[in-house]
């Protein structure tokens, strides 16, 4: 990958994925560390015909994969699993959070449940269900406790959301994405489809510009919650 921004310090200017993407994440105190990972066409929009794949690039799944062995768990909507389908995780360290109002829709004979290394993240109210849960808040999930349930029972220091737009807009609306990694493809793709967010408040939110990088004209950006001022 080309390194853009910081300015690169050699001629070449390149680094690879891990390098770039392998740095500190301190979790913040009671939770873990959350980083959003998306990929977004040049017009905003981050579904094409009901999936992400249109988007993407084999540079941006070498960043989403490298993520996932950087992270100790991730979280990823209903939505998001129903229309994708997610198998067992390649990483061996990776856990699965998935959220749900009430787990309607899940196949949970499919590999990712019976893996064992997958958790339903459901309002405390909502029914049983035949497999793990972390369970916060009522008709809908505390996402902030459930984040803190992942820190005490799944041992989670780091996790990448992986979206779909509403939970990326519950999150943002609970403010608790630290981080986001954001693949912008040089496409332009028309249509209605959701933006990064969908659901949260307007409220603006700071971050800070960590990283440029490109490939086959594809934008790697990360961005970092800017610090409070002290005091
Ligand atoms: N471009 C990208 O990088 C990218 C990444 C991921 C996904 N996508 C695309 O995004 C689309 C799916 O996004 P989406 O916004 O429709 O769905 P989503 O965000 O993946 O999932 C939404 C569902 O998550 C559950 N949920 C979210 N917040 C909740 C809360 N606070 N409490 C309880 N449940 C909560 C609900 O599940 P229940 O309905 O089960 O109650 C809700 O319907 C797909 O087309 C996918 O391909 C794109």
């Given at each position: 990958m080309r390194r853009l921004f910081p300015h690169p310090?050699?001629?070449?200017g390149t680094v690879t994925v891990r390098d770039a993407y392998d740095v500190p994440r301190p979790a913040p105190p009671g939770r873990p560390w959350l980083s959003l990972c998306m990929v977004a066409s040049l017009d905003g929009t981050t579904v094409v015909d009901g999936r992400s794949r249109a988007l993407s690039s084999p540079a941006d799944q070498e960043v989403l994969l490298t993520m996932r062995s950087l992270v100790d768990a991730v979280i990823v909507g209903a939505g998001t699993v129903r229309d994708e389908g997610y198998g067992v995780?390649?990483?061996?360290?990776l856990k699965v959070v998935v959220v749900s109002r009430t787990g309607a829709g899940m196949d949970f004979d499919a590999p990712l449940w019976q893996s064992g290394r997958a958790w339903l993240a459901l309002p405390a109210d909502s029914p049983e269900v035949p497999v793990p849960t972390l369970r916060a808040g009522t008709?809908?999930?505390?996402l902030a406790a459930v984040l803190a349930q992942a820190s005490d029972r799944l041992g989670a220091g780091v996790m990448q959301a992986e979206g779909g737009p509403s939970l990326n807009g519950a999150l943002l609306a609970a403010d608790l994405v630290d981080e986001l990694n954001l693949t912008v493809a040089p496409?332009?793709?028309?249509?209605?489809g959701p933006r990064l967010t969908t659901g949260a408040p307007a409220g603006l939110h700071r971050m800070e510009l960590a990283h440029v990088l490109e490939d086959d004209g594809f934008l790697f950006t990360r961005y970092v919650r800017r610090a409070e001022p002290a005091g």
């Open positions: 310090a050699d001629a070449a995780p390649r990483h061996a360290q008709g809908t999930v505390d496409l332009l793709a028309g249509g209605d």
